[in-house]
């Protein structure tokens, strides 16, 4: 399988990609791990809400209304994981796909869908330590939705100190999105046969790209929380 070879031998799954760049069975393995951790992180999430300042103004009926709705929709959300990888992964391949004919060379699209949808099982495996932090502390210890990446960058700050934007960009960093971009970046090298520096170029900036997006949207999502 792609997803788990690309972890100890990606030279050898460079290869195998550009002659093979099918990767239903290593969506489908992806998917269930996904599916399994979020369901595993169901009762941080309740934590974390129950915790939230803005349920301390709410009456104990309404309190029961939240909880009541929230054990509704905490299923569905699981469930979309698979869903939120496929789109992740065809974003993530599509800018990848423009900044390879900005430079004038040519590549399969599936050929770098292939590749982003088998490495982001580097990203899991961040999520896998995340959980097992959780686990190992007792979930009690997560207060807001800011300590839910225990292994990044944002540990060595606080969000008073930096921002909530800041933060959130930070919380993204870690050994993993580092590993991930790498991978990423020596397989756009090879696939397309193009230097390793025009690959980094097109990799940083598609992630950065990505990235910016994901941090605006969590920090939006975050204001209206507190001022709902």
Known sequence: MKSLKVLYNPQNVYEEISVNNSWG???IF?????VSIAILMI???????????????????????????????KYLATISEPISLLIRSLCFSSLLYIGVLLFKYKVKF??????VVISYSIVILSKVVNLII??????ESVVSMFDVNPISLSTFFSVNGIGVPLYNFFSVINVFQVWFIIIIIYGVANIVKITKKKASIIVIS????????NVFRATTSYDLMQHS
């Open 25 to 27: 069975l290593d969506y």
């Open 30 to 34: 992806l998917s269930l791990l996904l």
């Open 43 to 73: 009762p941080i999430n309740e934590q974390i809400l129950q915790n939230h300042e803005i349920m301390k103004s709410f009456s104990s009926v309404q309190i029961d209304m939240i909880n009541s709705m929230q054990k509704k929709i």
């Open 110 to 115: 599936g050929e770098l869908f292939c590749l």
């Open 134 to 139: 959780f686990y190992f502390k007792g979930y």
């Open 206 to 213: 598609s992630w950065i790209i990505i990235t910016l997006f």
